[in-house]
């Protein structure tokens, strides 16, 4: 079945500084979709961004994604973090069974410090 | 503009007794609906979908259920909680097709005690 893999569960950086969340994936499917959710303290997660298209870069808020189908990769990467980046992030991934809705990554939490 | 209501917005239950969370969501028509459980601090875990009334698909149990007995809402029970249960609970909808952007509600916090 389809999986995703983030390798860092938390990642801590100094506020001015770039960060980047690892994503790799897994699926049968050819055309996937890549999904990026973020979770603020006590909140539900919203969608951050999303690609389906090879070696597109993709923006918004300051964050971007180029999804890499020869690698299977969709890492997410700021060049400056914000105290306000501090939350949980999800890479997701739509494949085959799109109904089914998105398989999730286990989550990495970034703690951003002044 | 599509909204999505959940309720309650938390609960404290005893272990052993019933639950009943609910969602509904305005605005789309035949939207698939999801549910998704959270352990604190913890992944987003798949429990149900639907695709259509009367239709739910369980992706992973845990000793609950769900039913979507109308177009615009989901329900996911349970007889006898677990402290197991404890979490978040979060039902989501999307568009039919690969696109497949989910939209959150708000969750609900569920305390098993």
């Known amino acids: 079945g389809d999986s995703v893999t983030q390798t860092e569960g938390l990642v801590t950086l100094t506020e001015g500084l770039p960060v980047m969340l690892n994503c790799t994936y897994q699926t049968i499917y050819s055309n996937p979709f890549l999904f990026w959710y973020v979770q603020h303290l006590n909140e539900s997660p919203r969608l951050l961004l999303k690609?389906?298209?090879?070696?597109k870069r993709t923006e918004h808020q300051g964050f971007h994604a180029t999804l890499h189908k020869s690698s299977s990769s969709f890492h997410l990467q700021k060049s400056s973090a914000q105290l306000s980046d501090s939350a949980l992030y999800y890479c997701?991934?739509?494949?085959?069974?799109?109904?089914?809705?998105?398989?999730f990554g286990l989550g990495t939490r970034v703690s951003v410090f002044p | 503009a599509q909204t999505i209501h959940q309720w309650p917005v938390a609960e404290i239950k005893a272990v052993g007794s019933p639950l009943s969370l609910g969602c509904t969501i305005k605005?789309?028509?035949?939207?698939?609906l999801y549910w998704y459980w959270q352990a604190t601090g913890g992944t987003l875990q798949q429990l149900f979908y639907?695709?259509?009334?009367?239709?739910v698909e369980s992706v992973v149990q845990l000793n609950l259920s769900a039913s979507r007995p109308k177009d615009d809402q989901f329900i996911l029970s349970t007889e006898k909680l677990l402290l197991s249960h404890s979490g978040f609970y979060l039902c989501?909808?999307?568009?039919?097709?690969?696109?497949?952007?989910?939209?959150f509600g708000a969750g609900t916090r569920l305390s098993v005690l």
């Open positions: 997701a991934l739509s494949g085959n069974n799109y109904a089914q809705g998105l398989t």
């Open positions: 605005g789309k028509s035949s939207p698939n």
């Open positions: 639907s695709i259509t009334v009367g239709q």
């Open positions: 690609s389906f298209t090879d070696n």
């Open positions: 989501a909808w999307s568009l039919e097709g690969g696109q497949n952007t989910l939209y």
